[in-house]
C-alpha cells in the first residue's frame, strides 16, 4: 500500500476554494491510503473535509517542527507501506496519479527541482546564505545547486525517513534566523544527485512535478492543452505545484466553481 501524507494547521485553510480544488484532485487517487495532520483545527471544521481522507490525525508540536513530525509519523507505520508522498493541501493539483510515474521510475526517492540554481532565486540565495554561516566549511559552488521545493516529497518510506531525519536535525541550529526544509533539500541537493536512486525531477525533463515559482519567476514553459499543464511536447505533468502563482490560475479556479455550480 501507497500513502499520501498532508497537514493543515488552522481553520482559515477550510474556507479556501483552493483547498477545496486539492481535495477534488485528491479523491481522483485511488487505491492509496491518504492521511491528513491537523494542528489547532476545530473539530466542526475538520468534520467538513474528513471524507476525503482515510483518517484525521492531530500533531501538537509547532509547524516549524513538522519534518520531525511527519518522521514520528512515518517511524510509527514503517511497515505499513512501500512509497509515500507527502505535499502541501492547498497550492497542489494532482493532473495524474503521481504513484504511476514513481513506481514507473523505480527510485527510492523523488525531489522536485524548481527549475532554477539558488544563487538566481533572491529568497533561496538568502537562505542558504544564511545557512552557511552556521557552517565551519563551506563552498560558494553551493549557490549552483537546484532549488529543491519542500512542498512535495515523494519515496519509499524508509528513505524519506532518513531524509527527514537530515532535514530536521540542521533546522534545529543555534542561530538567530530560522532555517527551512526546503534550504536543507537544496544543500544537499549536489550529494544527493551522486546517488542513483534519486531523481531530482527537473521540469525540463521529467513529468512529474512542475512549480508555479519555476514558471512564472524563471521562465519554465508550460503550456494548457485540454485543460491541463503541459510541457513544450503537450504532455501532461503529473503533479502542479503552486498552480496559483501561474497565468492558469483563475482558469483553474473558475472550472472548479462551474462545477460546484452545476
Not at 515559482?213 to 511536447?233: Q, R, S, T, Y
Request: one cysteine or more.
Amino acid at each position: 500500500m501507497n500513502l499520501i501524507l498532508n497537514y493543515c494547521w488552522g481553520n482559515k485553510l477550510f474556507d479556501n476554494d483552493d483547498f477545496l480544488i486539492y481535495l477534488e484532485s485528491l479523491d481522483s487517487v485511488k487505491n492509496v491510503d491518504k492521511i491528513l495532520l491537523v494542528k489547532d483545527c476545530d473539530i466542526s471544521q475538520i468534520s467538513k473535509i474528513a471524507h476525503h481522507y482515510d483518517k484525521v490525525i492531530e500533531f501538537k508540536k509547532d509547524i516549524l517542527y513538522l519534518d520531525q513530525v511527519f518522521y514520528e509519523f512515518l517511524c510509527s507505520c514503517s511497515d505499513a507501506y512501500e512509497y509515500v508522498l507527502m505535499c502541501d493541501s492547498r497550492d497542489i493539483i494532482f493532473q495524474q496519479d503521481p504513484f504511476n510515474y514513481i513506481i514507473k521510475q523505480n527510485k527510492n526517492l523523488y525531489l522536485v527541482c524548481e527549475g532554477m540554481q539558488v544563487q538566481d532565486s533572491d529568497p533561496n540565495y538568502d537562505w542558504m546564505f544564511r545557512l552557511n554561516k552556521t557552517q565551519w566549511q563551506h563552498d560558494d559552488k553551493i549557490y549552483t545547486n537546484q532549488v529543491i521545493n519542500g512542498g512535495v516529497l515523494a519515496g519509499k518510506i524508509e528513505h524519506l525517513i532518513y531524509l527527514l531525519l537530515i532535514s530536521f536535525t540542521n533546522t534545529n541550529r543555534n542561530s538567530r534566523y530560522e532555517f527551512y526544509n526546503q534550504t536543507i533539500y537544496s544543500y544537499i541537493e549536489f550529494y544527493l544527485r551522486l546517488a542513483n536512486f534519486v531523481e531530482i525531477c527537473h521540469p525540463l525533463n521529467s513529468l512529474y512535478c512542475i512549480t508555479g515559482e519555476g514558471v512564472g519567476k524563471h521562465n519554465i514553459p508550460m503550456k494548457i492543452v485540454d485543460g491541463l499543464a503541459c510541457n513544450e511536447n503537450d504532455e501532461p505533468y503529473f503533479i502542479l505545484h503552486q498552480w496559483d502563482r501561474t497565468f492558469f490560475a483563475e482558469e483553474v479556479r473558475n472550472r472548479y466553481l462551474e462545477g460546484k455550480n452545476k
